[in-house]
């Protein structure tokens, strides 16, 4: 079919052409150039990542057997309040859920705290499959179930309100042990006072095990702890480095692995040169 343009000429009708190549339709507006590739990966760059997975895997199963730490912080906690500082993946939560089972055992009761929901989320589901679902409660501001369990897993703020309101009503704490897990919180500029309440305010006969991997001076919270409280606190502290070791890489867009340090511990420059922000220009054409 054709068509008259206005100066009485005619034109033949464009039609639509929907497998025409997306390169031949002519753009509208600003154009942005195509996005440069990354550049793949060097042979440095290969021989660093294969060094940087080496190792890593599921380790050959083997009896368990416990470090010295572990024990010595069982054996204080018959007696003192016990204050335990290890690196991550040490074995803190270990030393926790041993205590438990043996208190579970004795138709005895424990509160075990944490800062965070999610934290007391996992804890809940990790001790649930440990001491059976009927043994194990949990409170937050969320979450109400099974308050009468003989474990409660919940926040270090619920736990305080516990404390507040047997104060008003003249109750005692229902447990006999407390474990408040990432201790250290006690720094925290906007949360601390509540920790700082919390053992404050927990009775004498309720020993209190404290666990973290970042307390500084452990020595000089105990002493703190042992004057407001006015019990004995045993500092078990693991110092070394992790057991676990951490290894950082960076996975770029287009899912190519690269270690996040070189050898001297300084940021990989390949690394530096992907992350840097790319400037785009746009031009009509």
């Known amino acids: 079919m054709a068509r008259r343009d206005s100066g009485g000429g005619s034109r033949e009708r464009r039609k639509y052409r929907p497998d025409r190549p997306r390169s031949e339709r002519k753009p509208k507006g600003k154009v942005a150039p195509e ?8 042979s440095s760059d290969r021989r660093a990542v294969e060094e940087l997975l080496n190792g890593i895997g599921v380790p050959l199963p083997r009896p368990f057997v416990p470090d010295d730490f572990q024990v010595e912080a069982l054996e204080a906690i018959e007696h003192y309040d016990v204050l335990v500082t290890a690196p991550t993946g040490s074995g803190k939560t270990w030393i926790a859920r041993e205590e438990i089972r043996r208190l579970l055992e004795k138709d005895k009761r424990v509160w075990y705290t944490t800062p965070l929901k999610a934290l007391t989320n ?16 949990i409170l937050t501001g969320d979450r109400k179930e099974n308050a009468e369990a003989p474990l409660i897993v919940g926040t270090t703020e ?85 057991p676990v070791e951490l290894r950082a890489a960076y996975l770029s867009s287009d899912l190519q692995l690269y270690p996040l340090f070189d050898e001297q511990g300084n940021m990989n420059r390949t690394v530096e040169s992907l992350t840097r922000p790319k400037r785009i220009e746009y031009r009509r054409r």
């Open 122 to 137: 996992s804890k809940y589901i990790e001790f649930s499959k440990e001491f059976g679902k009927l043994n194990v409660g």
């Open 158 to 242: 619920i736990y305080r309100n516990q404390l507040f309101d047997a104060l008003r009503t003249g109750a005692d704490v229902r447990t006999d042990l407390v474990i408040l897990d990432e201790a250290h919180y006690l720094a925290d500029d906007d949360r601390g006072h509540v920790w700082e309440e919390a053992i404050i305010l927990t009775p004498p006969r309720i020993r209190l095990l404290l666990l973290s991997a970042t307390v500084g001076q452990p020595d000089v919270f105990a002493r703190w702890i042992e004057n407001v409280r006015s019990t004995q606190v045993k500092v078990i502290d693991r110092a070394g480095s992790r």
């Open 35 to 42: 996005r440069p590739t990354e550049p793949r990966q060097s």
